[in-house]
């Protein structure tokens, strides 16, 4: 809030647990078979979110992430989450 | 797909392109920012997505899955896609 400078990116993925149905995942694989591309085996679905966030240190970043993911941003009951943090801009 | 072996997952990120409005991506902003995460200057919602292939050349799988990406998981018109593979089972 107070910090300045160039801003974090995180960059995160929250994929279904693997033990949970993934029925959008099974019909994607579906479709994917009837194109032709019968070398898939298994696909699944989840949702990627990029936060870009007004702060430089990265130890806070990644506390506060962490909490918007458990929050929000994904459903611990039957989600898995993660995420990197990069520097905007840069890309690294 | 005669290929032996543990296969290769592609891992699959589409976003929108920077140009085109993503209104999921500013609900979830103005909802982090009513939850205390201010911080959060933009978000941006895109899909992630999981393909286990049954082969083991990457050179091939590469082809095949930018392929899938254009034909079916993204919509090259107002998408961005990229995708990264690795090796079944060892996660690298």
Same mark, same amino acid.
């Given at each position: !809030? ?21 029925? @959008?995942?099974?019909?994607? @694989? ?18 990627? !979110? ?17 909490? !918007?993911?458990? @929050? ?21």
């Amino acid at each position: !809030m107070a910090a300045q400078g160039s801003g974090l990116i995180a960059r995160i993925v929250v994929t279904p647990r693997r033990d949970v149905l993934d029925p @959008q995942g099974a019909a994607v @694989q579906g479709a994917l078979a009837s194109l032709g591309f019968e070398e898939v085996s298994r696909v699944r679905i989840g949702r990627f !979110m990029e936060v870009e966030l007004h702060t430089d240190d990265r130890v806070v970043a990644e506390q506060r992430v962490h909490k !918007m993911c458990e @929050q929000l941003l994904a459903n611990p009951v039957v989600e898995d989450f993660s995420f990197e943090l990069t520097t905007r801009g840069t890309g690294a």
